[in-house]
């Protein structure tokens, strides 16, 4: 007797499966495409140094300027101001749950961690706008409280449950028998954690650094609320900023379809998502070479 | 104290007792892992632990040196004398009694570190700063351990590079390097091919002119070969111990004998 056939059902289900898989190839691939295909124009109108290193911004004046110096500069700024928050808080809390809790402790910690990574956004925006906003005013008199350094402070602040769930995972990769080793030969807690734990989990830890980083440069939500909006070459931290997805996301809105405003906000978008494809790729990188060095699996 | 610790104090009273473990009993959580163990532990000695996988052998060698607190919900009780002194007592500072009881693991675990960096790093953590010093033993400790002359040249090369049986024998430069005065090896030569482990055995018998030791193992031939006296443990006990060869020739438990001659384990 023959095996039966290959039945219809299972050819069926191979597909199915294979297309949605395939799906999100497609999508990225229709990103990306839009992108450069509405992106690209600008270049016509300005060069690529110029728009990246122009200190002007003023996509609606008589004739226009398209330089979008100002803007990525304050994306800089507050990605900068935020890792000083999340990766002393990040790395901080990881080290905390992964040595020094009891097994209890650090399966209720690492939950409320995950809930603080679930918090939308926007509820970030709205405790900044509500509460830090008036507060940094009242206390540095201010003359408003709409400013990288609350911007900074909030993004610090949501971006450190990815930096500490990521960091934990690499400390957690740390084989215990290096522990052991260091304990047996006469090592204390405290010597075991900076000397075998931090420098084994380090490539580990710097790609938590750059994923965390990675979030910070693409969010949204909160620069538009607390920024402050203003598209000048920041000065202080206290002064309002408009960082790149702020601008996008204020501007697409009144934006005429096919102008050179729209084009140029694509162009902006291009760069953001190169910053962070290079962002998460090396991050990837490095924690392929820290498993590998470890002699662990990939 | 049981028949079989006095048995050893009496064929050996010109040796000093290095280590006296009395009445321990260990608890994992509920599981109860040794049952009042007795044994003394003799000085310039080779002693080996044998028994079948899950009897204890590990764990009794891990609280030698404290290293069963770094296990959550472990419970031990009973004393364990180093030299006469209660090492259990909770005044004394465990890394001072790891430095001076020092343990080689089943598998080799070097850090990922350069080789001169793992046998300085318990110098390191010990508080010695002259580095001409800490040069000095590092040479020393790898030429004990019959490594120097393989890594010679290239001290500062990732010591994950070396092959299995050469960071053996850098885990055991590296526990030389502090000056223990007891090393314990868990099962050393588990994942070693025969070559490295005749060269490790080899340095067991050499390294007992300066240190007590005690090796557990799985391997009967490797406990005849290497060690002074064997002490059997089954289930958590200690079912028998005394000169190795009459534990091998006329084991007085029935139980020592069928595991000794392959009935079980």
């Known amino acids: 007797m023959k095996f039966p056939m290959k039945g219809f059902k299972e050819k069926l289900y191979i597909n199915i499966f294979s297309i949605l898989a395939f799906s999100s190839l497609f999508f990225l691939g229709g990103i990306v495409f839009v992108l450069f295909k509405e992106g690209l124009p600008i270049f016509k109108k300005v060069n690529f140094f110029e728009f990246v290193s122009g200190r002007f911004w003023y996509p609606t004046y008589d004739p226009p300027e398209f330089g979008i110096l100002p803007l990525l500069l304050a994306s800089f700024q507050v990605t900068l101001g935020a890792m000083f928050v999340c990766v002393p808080l990040g790395i901080g809390s990881a080290l905390y749950l992964n040595e020094i809790a009891s097994f209890k402790q650090r399966k209720i910690m690492k939950s409320l961690v995950e809930i603080l990574a679930m918090i939308p956004s926007i509820i970030y925006g709205f405790f900044g706008i509500a509460i830090l906003v008036p507060f940094l005013q009242n206390l540095l008199n201010l003359p408003t409280g709409l400013c990288a350094f609350s911007a900074s402070l909030v993004l610090g602040i949501m971006a450190t449950p990815t930096a500490c769930s990521i960091a934990e995972d690499a400390l957690s990769y740390v084989p215990r028998s290096f522990k052991e080793a260091s304990f047996a030969l006469g090592a204390n807690r405290w010597q075991t954690l900076v000397k075998v734990v931090i420098p084994a989990a380090g490539s580990g830890i710097s790609s938590a650094v750059i994923l965390g980083m990675s979030r910070i440069v693409g969010e949204t939500m909160v620069v538009l609320m607390l920024a402050g909006g203003a598209a000048v070459i920041p000065k202080s931290f206290f002064e309002p900023v408009r960082p790149i997805t702020a601008a996008i996301a204020a501007e697409m809105g009144e934006v005429a379809l096919g102008s050179d405003h729209y084009h140029a906000l694509f162009a902006i978008a291009i760069i953001l998502f190169f910053i962070t494809f290079v962002f998460n790729v090396i991050a990837e990188s490095i924690s392929r070479k820290y498993r590998l060095k470890l002699g662990l699996a990939q | ?265």
């Not at chain 2, 318990?122 to 019959?146: H, M, P, T, W, Y």
């Not at chain 2, 010679?152 to 092959?163: F, G, Q, V």
Request: net charge positive; aromatic share 8%; glycine share 6%.
């Open chain 2, 1 to 265: 104290m049981d028949m079989e610790t006095k048995g050893i104090c009496k064929v050996s009273s010109f040796n000093s007792i290095k280590i006296r473990v009395e009445e321990v009993n260990f608890f994992y959580g509920k599981k109860h892992a040794l049952k009042d163990i007795n044994l003394n532990i003799l000085k310039n000695q080779v002693t080996a632990i044998i028994g079948p996988s899950g009897c204890g052998k590990t764990t009794f060698i891990r609280i030698l040196n404290r290293m069963h607190e770094l296990i959550p919900d472990a419970l031990l009780t009973g004393r364990i004398f180093l030299d006469g002194q209660d090492i259990l007592s909770s005044c004394i500072d465990p890394t001072e009694v790891r430095r001076r009881v020092g343990m080689v693991f089943q598998k080799p675990n070097p850090f990922p570190k350069s080789i001169f960096e793992n046998v300085s790093y318990g110098l390191k953590v010990n508080g010695i700063r002259d580095k001409n010093f800490i040069e000095d033993k590092v040479v020393e400790a790898l030429k004990k351990s019959a490594l120097w002359d393989e890594v010679k040249d290239r001290l500062d090369d990732n010591a994950l590079k070396l092959s299995g049986g050469q960071q053996q024998r850098l885990c055991i430069a590296r526990c030389l390097a502090v000056k223990p005065e007891v090393i314990l090896f868990d099962e050393p030569c588990a994942s070693l091919d025969p070559i490295s482990t005749a060269k490790i055995e080899e340095l067991i018998v050499e390294l007992k002119k300066n240190y007590t030791i005690i090796i557990v193992t799985h391997n009967m031939q490797q406990a005849a070969r290497v060690s002074d006296y064997t002490a059997f443990f089954l289930l958590g006990e200690l079912i028998e111990v005394g000169r190795t060869g009459d534990i091998f020739k006329s084991p007085q438990d029935k139980r020592t004998e069928d595991y000794i001659t392959g009935r079980f384990g």
